[in-house]
């Protein structure tokens, strides 16, 4: 699929500023989307949108289908009566950054159970929450049922309520956004959590005697241990995929065109007995290819699609992508270091139908990787590095000085249709301000955009770029 020429940031809502500990689906995401179409951008790029369970990683969610009620704005829930002021009262002093959260947890959960009471003391209310409920039916009971199970403190229906308001107040953004000439490309996860839903309601559909990971890679030496169960493809593929095309339909309700993770797991995929340490003794194993993209297209029709084909890519995998038209991926920061890979990540080298990042939410941000040393977040030695950075100074015709603009610069000047910026490369920022680093269990997903960040300046400067590059 071809996409027009455009820019655009990487965002996830968690990092959106706010008094509640955590960003929301509230003023500060309807302030960012104007920001965006006052820099000339097109597309607001998010992470998987579900609730979050081990490590607080939206690519380890309690299901495949429902939205993360933390992102719930409370502003609206006021605004609907649902909500007082003085039901926030007893609100902690979160921090501006990062998110604690723990913290919000405790806090915000018994806030919104009180919504949901008030919600279902309104019966003019139920028409469209009855509508919402049965049109979601293939999941939206089985996962209330299992949040309820691990929350006894909150019946199911509180659970239906907050996958109605998530519905409710997304949708709105969307189309908020929508006017404004702004697309939102979603984030699918290829697998789910063994903590999941989906597992529990569907255990003929999994087998968790292996589990998913990939094998050595820049991140790391041993590879990366994801720990998800791996699908039985043999008995999706008996239900016609049904499970699949669910779940295409629902993330295409949510946005208007998403990013499939690990696409190249489903030509084959890393697979490693539970339980080992690393992911080291996997193995490789063949998947659906082409034939499940198929029957979701029959379907579906035409699928909006980018695939995440970074890694270990053989000519099989790009066989499938380029059958369906799915532009890949490009990440320039591996463009000047020894990756195998780097040639085609260098913008002399790009098609037109690519996807262009300066990073993205797995690596660190383009000032914290210019500044980086050996063994810190990747397995470059001291030698790679100086090599790398001589490489890239020569090559962009920089001395370092905004290393990010100069990157930035760059791809909006390429070929590239499409070329997104994690929102801490157009501030500057730091390795503090990295979103994930693969492989650390723990103290990942947090950092939020400090107050007062959107600065015109910077819009500015992304407007211009854009129109001086057609984008």
Avoid at 222 to 236: E, V
Avoid at 320 to 327: D, E, L, M, T
Avoid at 332 to 338: T, W
Avoid at 428 to 456: E, V
Wanted: with cysteine; aromatic share 14%.
């Amino acid at each position: 699929m071809r996409f027009p020429r455009s820019g655009g940031i990487l965002l996830h809502p968690t990092s959106l500023p706010g008094p509640n500990g955590i960003g929301e689906i509230g003023p500060a995401a309807f302030q960012f989307a104007d920001w965006l179409a006052g820099a000339g951008l097109k597309i607001w790029q998010v992470l998987p949108l579900g609730p979050t369970g081990y490590g607080d990683s939206p690519y380890q969610s309690f299901s495949a289908f429902a939205g993360n009620p933390l992102l719930l704005s409370l502003d609206r829930l006021i605004q609907r009566e649902y909500l007082t002021e003085q039901d926030l009262a007893g609100r902690p002093p979160f921090p501006e950054v990062p998110v604690d959260f723990g913290a919000v947890i405790h806090w915000k959960f018994p806030v919104l159970a009180k919504a949901a009471e008030r919600f279902f003391e309104r019966p003019y209310e139920r028409t469209l929450f009855d509508s919402y409920c049965e049109r979601n039916a293939h999941w939206l009971g089985d996962f209330a049922e299992f949040m309820a199970a691990k929350q006894p403190e909150y019946g199911e229906d509180v659970h239906l309520y907050w996958q109605f308001e998530f519905h409710r107040q997304w949708s709105a953004l969307r189309r908020y956004c929508g006017d404004r000439g702004i697309r939102i490309m979603g984030d699918l996860p290829i697998y789910v959590a063994g903590d999941s839903a989906d597992v529990a309601s569907h255990p003929t559909l999994f087998r968790t005697d292996r589990v998913a990971g990939v094998p050595p890679d820049y991140f790391s030496a041993t590879g990366q241990l994801w720990g998800n169960p791996i699908y039985r493809w043999d008995n999706l593929r008996q239900t016609g995929y049904q499970w699949w095309v669910d779940r295409f339909r629902t993330v295409l309700e949510q946005v208007d065109m998403v990013r499939l993770d690990h696409f190249r797991g489903f030509e084959a995929y890393w697979e490693v007995p539970a339980g080992s340490a690393t992911a080291i003794d996997g193995r490789w194993v063949k998947g659906p290819g082409a034939e499940l993209f198929d029957v979701v297209e029959s379907r579906l029709g035409k699928l909006p699609i980018i695939a995440e084909n970074l890694g270990v890519i053989t000519p099989e995998v790009e066989a499938i992508r380029a059958r369906f038209g799915y532009p890949g991926m490009s990440i320039l920061q591996f463009a000047f270091g020894n990756d195998p890979q780097g040639p085609s990540f260098r913008p002399h080298n790009y098609p037109r139908e690519i996807v262009a990042y300066t990073g993205t939410h797995d690596n660190d941000t383009t000032v914290g990787w210019w500044n980086s040393e050996a063994g810190a977040g990747s397995i470059r030695t001291a030698a790679d590095i100086a090599t790398e950075r001589e490489f890239t100074m020569r090559y962009l015709r920089t001395d370092g000085h905004e290393i990010h603009w100069a990157f930035i610069q760059t791809l909006m000047a390429s070929v590239a249709d499409t070329v997104l910026v994690p929102m801490q490369d157009v501030l500057g920022l730091g390795s503090r301000a990295r979103m994930n680093l693969p492989g650390k269990p723990d103290g990942n997903w947090q950092w939020r955009l400090p107050p007062n960040s959107l600065r015109s300046g910077d819009a500015s400067r992304l407007r211009r770029l854009a129109e001086m590059y057609d984008r």
